[in-house]
């Protein structure tokens, strides 16, 4: 690591980003230090990955379900991974319940149209890179299968 990258910066990069030690301290050292500035890199990197296994198949995956408060509205959503290793892993099981909680709450007609959505939580964010951001840290392609809203 370089003189002015301190272990401090690099967990705190690690933290924000939830990205591989390696990763954080090349886009810190591309950055100068600034995290903001590595954040981006950051970013940039993980949509550019999920670009590239975007034609990967997807074989496996979780079934997540989000009932409302007061049992009213439901979701479930199928989320499909390539490996049943990130299947189970805490960032992949988030991001179905994350989902699920977005159809619930938005109602959208369909995959397309949910993935172009602001995210509930973010509206900064689209739910397409909430999915990215998943992709980057788990390495796999992951994709919305389908989905269904209850509500009574």
């Given at each position: 690591?370089?003189?002015?990258?301190?272990?401090?910066?690099?967990?705190?990069?690690?933290?924000?980003?939830?990205?591989?030690?390696?990763?954080?301290?090349?886009?810190?050292?591309?950055?100068?230090?600034?995290?903001?500035?590595?954040?981006?890199?950051?970013?940039?990197?993980?949509?550019?990955?999920?670009?590239?296994?975007?034609?990967?198949?997807?074989?496996?995956?979780?079934?997540?379900?989000?009932?409302?408060?007061?049992?009213?509205?439901?979701?479930?959503?199928?989320?499909?991974?390539?490996?049943?290793?990130?299947?189970?892993?805490?960032?992949?099981k988030k991001l179905a319940y994350e989902l699920a909680m977005q159809?619930?709450?938005?109602?959208?007609?369909?995959?397309?149209?949910?993935?172009?959505?602001?995210?509930?939580?973010?509206?900064?964010?689209?739910?397409?890179?909430?999915?990215?951001?998943?992709?980057?840290?788990?390495?796999?392609?992951?994709?919305?299968?389908?989905?269904?809203?209850?509500?009574?």
């Open positions: 690591m370089t003189k002015d990258i301190s272990l401090s910066v690099l967990k705190k990069l690690r933290a924000l980003s939830g990205a591989g030690v390696m990763a954080c301290r090349r886009a810190l050292e591309e950055a100068g230090g600034d995290i903001k500035k590595a954040q981006a890199i950051l970013k940039k990197e993980s949509a550019a990955l999920a670009e590239k296994k975007a034609a990967r198949e997807t074989k496996e995956g979780i079934i997540a379900a989000y009932i409302h408060a007061g049992g009213k509205v439901a979701a479930v959503v199928v989320l499909s991974c390539e490996t049943d290793f990130v299947a189970r892993t805490d960032d992949f159809v619930a709450a938005m109602n959208p007609e369909n995959v397309e149209a949910l993935l172009e959505e602001d995210y509930i939580r973010n509206p900064r964010l689209k739910v397409a890179d909430l999915i990215k951001e998943v992709v980057g840290k788990t390495g796999e392609n992951i994709k919305i299968k389908e989905f269904s809203r209850f509500e009574v």
